[in-house]
């Protein structure tokens, strides 16, 4: 195989690490990010381009001979990044990781995420879709569930579409403020009701070409801002992998009941997809539930699961473009990966950027990807709620945490806040 020009579309921590990771492929030439942060700027080329601006992005692919590209974040595919360069860029060794419209639209719309479920027999819950015209249905349908209410915007919310709700004249208000008053805009005209389900959330990643698959270290993501999980939802405080009580009977249902009908539903729906899928489980009395489909990898669930990765990652990537997918060898670490997020204080509310980081040269037993940093003068400054992922490596789970908080408290920076019960319920 011959060598190749990446480039990494994000500026997160899930960029920082996917551009760790392709750095150290034996295939890879050079690497572009656009437009990175301070992180991503160590090891490859940041370009200043904003994520939405496909022109842009077009121009640096053809004038670097770009053959690679790797979308991070949702939203440029769902606004179909890949339909836009597959027509625009006519080199037959030209391959984008992430589906084009048409697949993204499993995590752009709930609704058709759900119907997609439904269709091909993917256990999820119970739900109904509500929409101005049959608003007046939903107390009898809101009436049939046991609380709590779980209400979903249909369309891409910046994580903040999913409200659940104890009361059931609150789910009534905030349905109304929904549709009605579009609380979340455009994206929730239409909302997606379902039945609230009680378990433990699993985040399962998934490489597919659309017809075969590889499965990727499961993550266990915690979402809320406060310790014992409470407080606000956020983009995640910290991730570890593998997940403990996944053992080889659970993993195999996960495989039979919800991955193999889920890529054989992309095939049967003639949904050529290339790319991750992320599928957000919840284990229900030992039976996963598909709560969610999202269209790339978490974060920072890949601040967790790469460091685990063995294999040439751009390796497979370029097996995906030959369909031999199958033929590439996944070895992955046995070793637990930890992830602890820090993050600016008053995220995800209100927070002060601009703050000087210091202490990150005297770090030598963790990884550190940036999420919301950059460079300004000779400093590294916060630009962003979520700063810096912490991720260290162990035989055992707690020594793994042990090491991520020991560098933790060797980063400084002001307002800097973090989750210290990272892994605490396993
Ligand atoms: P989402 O934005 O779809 O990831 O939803 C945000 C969070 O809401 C999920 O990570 C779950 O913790 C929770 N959630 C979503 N759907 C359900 C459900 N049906 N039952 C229980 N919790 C849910
Ligand atoms: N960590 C959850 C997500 O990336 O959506």
Redesign the pocket.
Known sequence: MESHKVLIIGSGGRENALAWKISQSKFCDKLFIAPGNAGTSFLGENVEISISDFGSIRDLILSNKITVVIVGPEDPLVNGLHDFLSNEIKNDNFIVIGPKKNGAILEGS?EFAKEFMLRHKIPT?RYRTFNKKNIHEADTFLSSLNP?Y?L?ADGLAA?K??L?LPDLNEAKKSLENMILNKKFGQASEKVVI??????I?VSSFVLTDGETYKIFPMAK?Y?RVGVGDTGL?TGGMGAISPVPFVDQKLYKKIENQVIQPTIRGLKKDKIDYTGFLFI?L?IVKDDP?V??Y?VRLGDPETEAILPRIESDLLEIFLKLKSSKLQTSNLKVSELFSSTVMTVSKGYPEKYEKGKVIRGLEFVNDSFLFHSGTKKENQNIVTSGGRVIAVTSMDKQLDKALEKSYKTISKIKFQGKTFRNDIGFDL
């Open positions: 709930k819950a709590p779980v979903k994580g579409g999913v659940i379902e039945e609230h389900l009680k378990g959330e993501d979402k939802n957000g919840m539930y709560i969610e999202n």
